[in-house]
Every structure is written in C-alpha cells, then in structure tokens.
C-alpha cells in the first residue's frame, strides 16, 4: 500500500490533506519559508499519532509537528524536498482534567492556550503563561519551543509550568509522563529534554500543568525613563517592593511606542508635555492577593519612592480594567507596527539584566558604523532579560534590506555573545538560526546536544534539518 492509503486508513481519508488542502499548513507564519510534504496528517488521539510515526517510521519518511502554525523561526515547515508528513495536533485539544487540590491542569497539545487559559479561570485559578499569539498558538507548540511571554518574570518559561508530559517517541511509543508532581527524583528528566526540543525528539501529545491563585487585584502603570539604566534600577527597586506580586516589567524605546500611535492613531500615549519625549518606557504590573486597595498603596508608594529618587521622570497609573487593557494593548502593538513600517530583521536575544543597557549602547555604535541609518526597534522583558532587539531598514532604503541580514546577525549576534547572552531568548532555533549553532556554541555542548538527538531519534525522521544540523548527526 501507499503511504498516503495506510495514513488514511489510521485517520481517516478526510483527515488527510494534499496538494492545496495542505497549502495552507506549507508556509510559516512570518512567511520567510514555503516547503513542501507529501500530506498533512491531522490525527485525533495519541494512539493515531503513534500509528502514524510507525508508519512513518516504516516507510523512512520525516515527521514534522505543527501545533497553531505561529512560530517566528520556521521550526514547523517541511523542507522543499517534499518527502515529509506534517503531523498536525489541532484536534487533540481536550482539557482532560482540572484539579484545583493540586492546582494542575492536563490538556492535549492541540488545546489553544487561551482556552487553557479560560477553562483555568472557569475553575477559578490561573494558568500564566501568555503571549501575543495566545488566540491560536497551541499548547504543544508553546511547550516544544519553550514559550516564554510577559509573566516569565513571576511564573517562569513554558518548562517552569509543566509537571508532566505524554509524548509519542521517535519509535511510535507512547510515553506517559503526566503526573502532576512537583517532586520526582526517580532517573533522568525526560521531562525537559522534550520541552524545547522543537519536535527534534518526539511528538508532545498532552501536557500536566500547573495552576495558581487567581489574583485579587491587578495594578498596572505606564513609566517614563531617561535611559535604560533608570529602567534597571526601576526593576530592582519593584523587586525589593513587590517581591512575587511583580508579574510584568516590559522595556520600549520612544520609537516603538511613536510608530504604534502614529499608525494606529485610536491609540494614545496616556502622557502630556515633557513625558511624551523620553526615550524610553516601561510598562509594570504587579498581582495582589489581597485587595485592589492593599495593591494600589503599595504600587503608589514604590513608584513614588522612584519618582523622589529621580529613577523615573513620570508615571501614569491605570485607573480601571480598560485604562491596564489599554496600556498593555501599547505594547502588544509594537509588532503590528513594525509589520506596517515595513521589513526589519529580528533578534530574539537573552542579556544579563545588568547589562542590557551596555550591550543597547555598544550594538547601536556597531550597527551604525557598519549600516548608517538603520533604525532601532528595542523593546522586550526586561525583567527576564529578554529582549527584542530589531533592526530595520534606513527610512527610504528598504529594497534590499533582508539580503543584508547575514551580516547583521552576525553584527549583533557576536556581540550578544560577548555579553554572555544567548542568540534565542523564547522563540527556538527552527531552521532560521540552526547554522549558527555552532558559533555560539561549545564543541562539548553540540556534542551533547548530538549524542542526545541519535539515541532518542536513531533514525533521524523527526523534524529533520531543525535545531541541528542534519550533517552533524
């Protein structure tokens, strides 16, 4: 039989999508890359998806996992040689069950994490983990790449809310590791050799997470900076005050926030006067769990005390749900911007909080002496380290900018190496940075990383050309 007839007998013939039925599965997201497959297989429980990485396995064919389609480095599309099964999760997505004495929720991979996110609240807890893509993007996806979003500062990375997986290996075996567990010292965490993997190892299939308190009151506020220094002292000073409560503490440049409202103009900076030039923001937020009036004193005095101290030059504090909504849907908005001004070259980069503000300094200097004019778009987490620091196009030279993105990776990237930082923060290494691996990497790690990827996946059928190279297997 065909590859293709045995497929559709384990899913069904209407679960088996080619030629432009699959198209749309075929192209990433930011559309930087177009492969091709031989189907896109959309099975409905984890024993399909193990039926089909046998059969897989059996016909020496690769397996591509995709989840909501959302990630920004190519770590879903199949390559052009249109050879490979994409695997698509979406319908496994079932929330298997909510145990609020355990605080844990267990949903399948295909589950949109703002459905996980709602079904948490119907229970009265909260699931934390959220980001921009959050109305498509799916659990298993958030997992495979290490998802990290606003709250990384309180409740860490998509690895730091997971308790147990289930996952189809590359064999076909099903692994069921969904115990809702925050001790086991039992061998090996399997665990969190999966979570990140981008679908290198296996298939993530169902996941245990945990959940938390929902929070009593929310204060949120909008602060003006002189420089990005202010902007760290600004986060010690929130840590030392708020300790937990502090979920949020996001940096932008006066030039993100310009470009939002400018071209979306039904946005407004909340500021008057001399505010409305600084050059740099930071949008705080803290979670309380005890009223919203123990929230705001606290949140007046800390910001009042940077205020005195001259680490913030304004403030604007949200006086209800909308005002934090439309603060938050400021920043959220930097990225549909930067899609408007046109095409920029990304960096998802990690910097020791201690350091971003030298690493911004010296980068620019760099970036303009080899490429005068380009513009800098910066914003991110600074409370994880996190930033998202783009380069785009001079104003009026945008043909031809992206042929150029060679060299300024290399630009920024060596110079987030010297600062100790890492090349992808929160967005995985897909196919777009898995070359450059091997730069910023130890010989012993990507040795490791090898050893790792040959016993788990002999075969080499899982997700080929992803993460590592495929000649260095």
């Not at 998802?348 to 030298?358: C, G, K, L, M, T």
């Not at 620091?389 to 900018?401: H, R, S, T």
Request: charged share 20%; glycine share 10%; aromatic share 6%.
């Amino acid at each position: 039989m065909s590859i293709l007839a045995v497929l559709q007998e384990i899913v069904g013939a209407e679960h088996v999508l080619v030629a432009e039925q699959a198209q749309a599965y075929l192209t990433d997201w930011r559309g930087r890359y177009t492969g091709k497959a031989q189907a896109v297989v959309r099975p409905g429980s984890v024993e399909e998806v193990a039926k089909v990485v046998k059969t897989c396995l059996q016909y020496d064919i690769p397996v591509v996992p995709q989840g909501g389609n959302t990630g920004l480095c190519g770590g879903a599309t199949p390559n052009n040689k249109g050879d490979a099964i994409v695997v698509l999760l979406t319908r496994l997505n079932q929330v298997l069950e909510i145990d609020t004495d355990n605080d844990t929720i267990t949903v399948q991979a295909g589950c949109i994490l703002q459905s996980v996110q709602e079904a948490a609240a119907k229970a009265g807890r909260l699931f934390p983990l959220s980001l921009a893509a959050e109305g498509s993007c799916t659990i298993g996806g958030n997992l495979a790449t290490n998802a990290g979003g606003t709250q990384v500062l309180r409740y860490g990375n998509a690895r730091d809310l997971a308790l147990g997986l289930q996952v189809v290996t590359a064999d076909g075996e099903i692994w069921d590791g969904l115990r809702g567990l925050r001790k086991d010292n039992t061998g090996y965490d399997l665990r969190n050799l999966y979570i990140g993997s981008e679908g290198t190892l296996g298939i993530i299939t169902a996941a245990t997470l945990k959940l938390y308190p929902q929070p009593v009151a929310k204060c949120t506020a909008l602060l003006a900076l002189d420089d990005i220094d202010a902007a760290v002292k600004m986060l010690s000073r929130a840590r030392s005050g708020f300790g937990a409560s502090l979920t949020g503490f996001e940096l932008m440049s006066n030039y993100c926030l310009t470009s939002v409202t400018k071209l979306f103009p039904q946005q407004k900076m909340p500021f008057e006067g001399p505010s409305l030039e600084s050059e740099w923001y930071a949008l705080l937020e803290i979670s309380d769990s005890e009223s919203a009036g123990h929230a705001r004193e606290r949140f007046e005095l800390v910001v009042g005390e940077a205020i005195e101290a001259g680490e913030v030059q304004d403030a604007v504090i949200a006086e209800s749900i909308q005002q934090s909504k439309d603060l938050w849907h400021l920043r959220e908005s930097i990225p549909l911007a930067e899609a408007e001004i046109g095409k920029g070259i990304k960096h998802d980069v990690s910097i020791p909080v201690s350091r971003i503000a030298e690493f911004v300094a010296k980068t620019n200097v760099l970036l303009q002496a080899s490429f005068p004019g380009v513009r800098h778009i910066v914003f991110g987490h600074l409370g994880d380290g996190n930033l998202h620091y783009n380069v785009g196009a001079p104003l009026g030279q945008e043909e031809g900018f992206l042929s150029r993105q060679k060299e300024i990776y290399e630009v920024v990237h060596n110079s987030v190496h010297a600062f100790n930082g890492s090349i992808s923060a929160e967005h995985g290494v897909g196919q777009l940075k898995k070359d450059l691996l091997p730069n910023y990497k130890s010989a012993v790690e990507l040795s490791l990383m090898r050893k790792i990827k040959r016993a788990l996946d002999p075969n080499g059928i899982m997700n080929p050309g992803k993460v590592i190279n495929s000649v260095d297997i």
